[in-house]
T-cell receptor
Framework: DAKTTQPNSMESNEEEPVHLPCNHSTISGTDYIHWYRQLPSQGPEYVIHGLTSNVNNRMASLAIAEDRKSSTLILHRATLRDAAVYYCILRHHSGGGADGLTFGKGTHLIIQP | DSGVTQTPKHLITATGQRVTLRCSPRSGDLSVYWYQQSLDQGLQFLIQYYNGEERAKGNILERFSAQQFPDLHSELNLSSLELGDSALYFC??????????????FGPGTRLTVL
């Protein structure tokens, strides 16, 4: 399985942009890049996903490198509520369909007021 | 609120016992996933059901089993419990569980403590 590498933790200030990197050098051509986050004492929640092109939604932007070996989740204006563990996950198609998510250790994002 | 409900919120039991965790997926979602989160192992995928049938297996122990009922709710049964089974158990649901773009919606979890 293709693996992802993320920094253990990052710190940012409130109302500033945050760039969370993820390396996935062994990604295959059909792997989708998904990001989930887990707020304290909650279940994970979906943030964004992409295949090749950059993606934007109301929560964040996803910038994917041209060679797809890395990606960056961008929070445009972090708030205290964005303090969470962010997981970068590769999804690939197994014989039966989309399997469960494989979570790594993720990046613990700390937001300073 | 993701729309996925899990009961109970907390469960305290003794070693050797058996417990059942329940999950109701979001309305219309056909696929249910179970995950275990512990301090040493992190978040691990256990098993997936799609429309009543087992679809995929992850790191699920033989002492654990699951099923999805005709109304699409799911139960995770944990038996011969050991101290190491103490963890947060999350259920997630998704519309069909087939597509790589399928989003999973997680419930609030059940915290299991084995004494």
């Amino acid at each position: 399985d293709a693996k992802t590498t993320q920094p253990n933790s990052m710190e940012s200030n409130e109302e500033e942009p945050v760039h969370l990197p993820c390396n996935h050098s062994t990604i295959s051509g059909t792997d989708y890049i998904h990001w989930y986050r887990q707020l304290p004492s909650q279940g994970p929640e979906y943030v964004i996903h992409g295949l090749t092109s950059n993606v934007n939604n109301r929560m964040a932007s996803l910038a994917i490198a041209e060679d797809r070996k890395s990606s960056t989740l961008i929070l445009h204006r972090a708030t205290l509520r964005d303090a969470a563990v962010y997981y970068c996950i590769l999804r690939h198609h197994s014989g039966g369909g989309a399997d469960g998510l494989t979570f790594g250790k993720g990046t613990h994002l700390i937001i300073q007021p | 609120d993701s729309g996925v409900t899990q009961t109970p919120k907390h469960l305290i039991t003794a070693t050797g016992q058996r417990v059942t965790l329940r999950c109701s997926p979001r309305s219309g979602d056909l696929s249910v996933y179970w995950y275990q989160q512990s301090l040493d192992q992190g978040l691990q995928f256990l098993i997936q059901y799609y429309n009543g049938e087992e679809r995929a297996k992850g790191n699920i122990l033989e002492r654990f089993s699951a099923q999805q009922f005709p109304d699409l709710h799911s139960e995770l049964n944990l038996s011969s419990l050991e101290l190491g089974d103490s963890a947060l158990y999350f259920c997630a649901s998704s519309p069909d569980g087939q597509r790589m773009t399928d989003t999973q919606y997680f419930g609030p979890g059940t915290r299991l403590t084995v004494l």
